[in-house]
């Protein structure tokens, strides 16, 4: 599948961002593969969807959609009408706040890693 094709198209900044959002995904753990899902880049643990990139449709800025949002809380992630996702938005023209991104990273691949969401 070509995930490529996704951030290639993008205009910048959201291109570079969304190409650094992708890398620190993909870093977390040697666990996580990419995929494409309804059009848009998927993040699996162990083939278990836990992220998505996308951009919002009204800012064009990126944002990372967190698949089990309900289970996380901190207070940069918005549930906005959703039931179970949050997303966290990242400003493309400024630094990345890797240590942020990461931090709700690891909190929702914990919930895979000790089994609060089944892998299989």
């Known amino acids: 599948m ?3 094709s996704y951030y290639l198209n993008k205009n910048e900044p959201n291109k570079s961002c969304l ?3 992708r890398k620190i995904i993909l ?3 040697a ?3 990419e995929t494409r899902k309804y059009g848009m880049p998927c993040f699996c643990y162990k083939n278990k969807m836990f992220c998505y990139l996308w951009t919002d449709k ?3 800025e990126p944002y990372i959609l967190m698949v089990a949002g309900n289970y996380l809380n901190h207070p940069d992630l918005k549930q906005g009408n959703r039931s179970r996702m949050k ?3 990242v400003d493309p023209t400024k630094d990345i706040p890797i240590t ?3 931090h709700i990273l ?3 691949l914990d919930l895979y890693r000790n089994g609060t969401i089944k892998t299989k």
């Open 2 to 4: 070509d995930t490529d």
């Open 19 to 21: 190409l650094a959002l």
């Open 27 to 29: 870093d977390q753990d």
């Open 31 to 33: 666990n996580v593969s």
């Open 58 to 60: 009204k800012t064009d």
């Open 87 to 89: 997303v966290y938005s």
């Open 100 to 102: 942020t991104i990461q």
């Open 106 to 108: 690891n909190a929702a």
